[in-house]
Nanobody, 124 residues
């Protein structure tokens, strides 16, 4: 059974940091790109960051310099380090396994597996 289990969400003040984790099982983690998506209330789900199977990293402009995606193949786990968080980062964040787009973050059509999502709230 394929599972992507996210952890590390919560509430933080503007300027704070959170580290999201995504523990994967049931598929060959090394062969997949890992991505993070987010969906704010009333908005479409958007890809935020992607790390390819060979370690290339891609981000949307609004998080460049603040977020960092990484993966640990030995632990079958992907991470999203989020620094200098802003209220507009508030959303449900989803982990995904699939393919990065060409030199870009993962798109929904390229996702093979989804995590269940977790809430990140940035508020003073």
């Amino acid at each position: 059974e394929v599972q992507l289990v996210e952890s590390g969400g919560g509430s933080v003040q503007p300027g704070g940091s959170l580290r999201l984790s995504c523990a994967a099982s049931g598929f060959s983690f090394d062969d997949f790109a890992m991505g993070w998506f987010r969906q704010a209330p009333g908005q479409e789900r958007e890809g935020v960051a992607c790390i390819s199977a060979v370690g290339n990293r891609y981000y949307i402009d609004s998080v460049k310099g603040r977020f960092a995606i990484s993966s640990d193949n030995a632990k079958n786990t992907a991470y999203l380090q989020m620094n200098n968080l802003k209220p507009e980062d508030t959303a449900v964040y989803y982990c995904a396994a699939g393919l990065c787009s060409d030199y870009d973050v993962m798109r929904g059509v390229l996702v093979d597996y989804w995590g269940q999502g977790l809430q990140v709230t940035v508020s003073s």
